[in-house]
């Protein structure tokens, strides 16, 4: 049984900003980067574990896979059968900050 997918605001935020600046260069890769996206967390979704680990931080352990070049964070709970999104960064760009 799939994942229910929960987006933070961050997360939702993130989202936002990168199809508005894809979508002023050329609508069409808007699309197909929301649609990347989409499709790695449907994957994800089924198979959360088939996904790179970052170093664990005081709330757990993050994960992180590709969707095209944006690189999705985020993080499992079996016990509520939940993905939570927590960040999406291009890869280009720094890591997110998770210290406490």
Same mark, same amino acid.
């Given at each position: 049984?799939?994942?229910?997918v929960h ?7 993130? *989202?936002?900003?990168? /199809? ?9 890769? %808007?699309? !197909?980067? &929301?649609?990347? @996206?989409?499709?790695?967390?449907e994957f994800l979704?089924?198979?959360?574990? *088939?996904?790179?680990? /970052? ?9 992180? %896979?590709? !969707?095209? &070049?944006?690189? @999705? ?28």
């Amino acid at each position: 049984m799939p994942l229910e997918v929960h987006w933070s605001r961050l997360a939702r935020r993130d *989202l936002v900003r990168i /199809l508005e600046y894809c979508g002023q260069r050329d609508p069409d890769w %808007a699309i !197909a980067v &929301d649609e990347a @996206i989409a499709t790695k967390l449907e994957f994800l979704s089924e198979f959360p574990y *088939l996904s790179d680990p /970052l170093p664990p931080t005081s709330r757990g352990e993050r994960r992180e %896979a590709l !969707a095209g &070049d944006y690189r @999705i964070v985020f993080s499992v709970n079996e016990d509520e059968q939940r993905l939570y999104v927590i960040s999406l960064r291009h890869v280009r760009q720094a890591d997110p900050d998770f210290s406490e």
